[in-house]
């Protein structure tokens, strides 16, 4: 039977948390506490059917907007036309003279929050990737530094009988030394 590295589930799971359910959540409560805050003098029920419209066109606008900003490739072009589809057919579809009134102030409300939450969404994604290419950029310049300066001397210092210091990448800052006999 083989064995579960539940470590790496774990770490997979607090990634999958912190980068991913949290920020939406996040993003979602105060993109609707401002909606909740900016229909202050109506009545409650119309405040609860609001939220209620509103809040899948909000995640999906976090989650979207996540997506866009997080990706390396160019999804601007592809995941535009679609949006601006969806938001053009429902408000045309909702907002025809046959709509009940309720549908006619919940439907601007509901595409509002999707393109505040899409915003969002994109500019948390945006500084995720810029991290993770941050990292990668400092990860190849430890590798180059440490196959054109490290290697070379540690192989000279073998060459010449000494033994192999310690790498300097193990103490940072500090400069490798040969011991001489």
């Not at 995640?59 to 535009?80: E, P």
């Not at 969002?120 to 190849?140: T, V, W």
């Not at 300066?149 to 060459?159: D, G, H, I, R, S």
Request: charged share 15%; net charge positive; aromatic share 10%.
């Amino acid at each position: 039977m083989p064995s579960i590295n539940w470590s790496l589930y774990l770490g997979h799971f607090q990634t999958a948390l912190l980068y991913g359910l949290v920020p939406i959540a996040v993003m979602v409560v105060l993109l609707h506490g401002l909606l909740w805050a900016s229909t202050f003098r109506r009545t409650d029920e119309h405040r609860a059917i609001l939220q209620f419209h509103c809040l899948p066109f909000t995640a999906l606008g976090v989650l979207t907007g996540m997506f866009t900003g997080a990706s390396r490739t160019a999804v601007v072009g592809v995941i535009v036309p679609p949006v601006l589809t969806f938001i053009s057919g429902l408000a045309a579809y909702v907002l025809g003279k046959d709509a009940k009134p309720i549908w006619r102030r919940i439907v601007p409300l509901a595409i509002a929050m999707m393109t505040f939450g899409t915003m969002f969404g994109a500019a948390f994604g945006a500084s995720m990737r810029q991290a993770n290419e941050e990292r990668d950029r400092q990860l190849e310049r430890e590798k180059l530094r440490y196959e054109k300066v490290e290697l070379p001397f540690m192989q000279k210092a073998v060459e010449k009988g000494g033994s192999t210091p310690a790498p300097a990448s193990a103490n940072p800052g500090a400069v490798p030394s040969v011991s001489i006999k």
